[in-house]
């Protein structure tokens, strides 16, 4: 296997780096909500969450300048085109989850008046406190994670249907690998 035809390695230490990032916040999110407000260290997840979250906003950003700087491989010939627009479009939705899921996070936070932590940094306030805001946000940030998971598991199931039911130039696995 050539390496030109995987991704270039900061993009692949990128993918892996901020994709798992990503499930351990979700995971991190779903325990710290149902924890009892008596639980002594339930507010230091909520930290760490907060923390993490707020770095992938900068991980993806990064992420996306070091894509647009990066040549990437192209898709094997044979694969129909259906196939890789549909990857394409399950990326682009992967990429904009990633992005909407940290800041509806932030501001919710923001708009009800909380300080935004980056570990012992304070982030930034953009936003006047409004606790209608906040709640809006809150219903978006409490579901769009779970949005995004169900992306994360399509995009696993077709990565598993390329490598292991479909024709073997068509594995993209190694790619990323
Ligand atoms: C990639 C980043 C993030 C992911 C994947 C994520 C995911 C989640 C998930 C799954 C929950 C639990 C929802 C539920 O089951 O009710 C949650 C809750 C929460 N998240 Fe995030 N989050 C992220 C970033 C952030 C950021 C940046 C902040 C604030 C700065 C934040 C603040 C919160 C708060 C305060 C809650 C608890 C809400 C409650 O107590 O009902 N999150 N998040
Ligand atoms: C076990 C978990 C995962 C596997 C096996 C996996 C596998 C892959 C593979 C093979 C590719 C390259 C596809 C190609 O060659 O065109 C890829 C790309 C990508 N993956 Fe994953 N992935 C996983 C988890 C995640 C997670 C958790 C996220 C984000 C939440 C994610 C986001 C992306 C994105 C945005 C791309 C597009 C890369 C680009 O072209 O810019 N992946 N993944």
Redesign the pocket.
């Known amino acids: 296997m050539s390496n030109s035809d995987k ?1 270039p390695v900061l ?1 692949r230490l990128m ?1 892996w780096t ?3 990032l ?2 351990g916040i979700i995971a991190a999110g779903w325990y710290m909500v149902g924890l009892e407000d008596n639980v002594s260290y339930k507010y230091d997840i909520y930290h760490w969450h907060k923390s993490f979250g707020v770095l992938v906003i900068f991980l993806v950003f990064a992420r996306l300048v070091i ?1 647009w700087a990066s040549q ?2 192209k ?1 094997p010939d044979s694969m129909p085109t259906y196939q890789k627009k549909l ?1 394409t479009l399950v ?1 682009w939705l ?2 904009l989850f ?1 992005f909407l899921v940290p800041v509806s996070g932030y501001m919710m936070s923001d708009a009800a008046g909380r300080d935004v932590p980056l570990f012992n940094l304070v982030m930034p306030s953009f936003l006047e406190k409004n606790p209608e805001l906040a709640g809006r946000l809150h219903d978006i940030h409490v579901i769009i994670p779970y949005v ?1 998971l169900g992306i ?1 598991v399509l ?2 199931l077709a ?1 598993i249907k390329h490598r292991y039911f479909d024709k073997p130039e068509h594995d ?2 190694h ?2 690998l």
């Open positions: 991704y993009m993918h901020v994709g798992l990503i499930l894509r990437i491989p898709l990857g990326h992967l990429y990633m995004l994360v995009h696993i990565t993209v696995l790619r990323m």
